[in-house]
């Protein structure tokens, strides 16, 4: 059985850069992630309620520790304004040492 990985990636969508900045601030805010990544305007196309849209809305890739994975969900739920918000989950097989000791750095709750 595989080791579970130390730090997971979590990319997401909101619909306004504002509501993008706000979760993000608020995640690093709590030292739930150590960085939020937000580019955009991204064109997302999805099936919704049996119809397909189009919608413009701004990518969050989100790196956090996955020991702080199940608070960063609960806040994440809190702070998104959508009724289903995407969240994808990747683990992160390895990094530079000097980044990932900088992330587990920012996401400890000792600060």
């Known amino acids: 059985m595989a080791a579970e990985a130390e730090f997971t ?3 997401s ?3 306004s850069a504002a509501d993008a900045a706000t979760i993000a601030r608020q995640l690093l805010d709590r030292r ?3 960085c ?3 580019t955009g305007p991204v064109t997302s196309v999805f ?3 049996g119809e397909v849209r189009e919608e413009q809305e701004c990518l969050l890739v989100i790196k956090t520790r996955t020991s702080r994975l199940k ?3 609960e806040a994440f739920l809190e702070l998104h304004p959508y009724d289903c918000p995407e969240m994808v989950e990747l683990p992160v097989s390895g990094g530079l040492p000097p980044y990932l000791a900088w992330l587990r750095q920012e996401t400890s709750i000792a600060g």
């Open 36 to 38: 939020v990544n937000i």
């Open 32 to 34: 739930l992630a150590a």
């Open 9 to 11: 990636v979590v990319l």
């Open 47 to 49: 099936r919704w309620e």
């Open 71 to 73: 608070a960063m969900r």
């Open 13 to 15: 969508t909101a619909g």
